[in-house]
């Protein structure tokens, strides 16, 4: 499925006001997982309360240790710091990369901002090479923008 054609799919999702708020963002997951090839693992990081940390929210794929990250700690605590999306075509190319399964090759993690603040992040691993295009990049940002309404 091409990316733009999941832009209403994602909407509706997260319209659902009969679901919580984990309930629409693992929906939101599991329907990226399930219709991007290379999307092999999906979930959400935020904020935790007040401590300079991540944890883990709604997420589809192989369980992972790292239900805590530490702001500035791999990829997703870059980000927590940057406030920037992070590409990453080659995961064993990074010194600062927490390897959550062998299996991964590339990640992209996109920040979440709720009124200017940095609230948390999609973050995606692929099992591909360097899959992940401006397409992809262009395309989580719609996402994590339609998150953030839900959670303002």
């Given at each position: ?12 999702i997260l ?14 997951c ?26 883990l929210?709604p ?61 948390g ?32």
């Amino acid at each position: 499925m091409d990316l733009h054609d999941l832009r209403p799919e994602i909407k509706s999702i997260l319209s659902q006001e009969n679901l919580s708020v984990d309930e629409r963002l693992l929906k939101v997951c599991e329907t990226l997982e399930a219709n991007i090839s290379y999307y092999n693992w999906v979930g959400f990081y935020f904020k935790n309360g007040d401590k300079d940390e991540l944890k883990l929210g709604p997420y589809v794929g192989e369980p992972t240790d790292h239900t805590i990250i530490p702001f500035g700690k791999g990829i997703c605590g870059q980000v927590a710091v940057s406030n920037e999306n992070f590409v990453v075509p080659d995961v064993s190319a990074q010194d600062n990369y927490i390897a959550c399964s062998i299996t991964v090759k590339a990640e992209i993690v996109i920040p979440i901002f709720v009124n200017g603040n940095n609230i948390g992040q999609i973050d995606i691993d692929s099992n591909t090479p360097d899959p992940f295009t401006k397409a992809d990049e262009q395309f989580l940002e719609f996402v994590c923008e339609a998150v953030a309404t839900l959670l303002a």
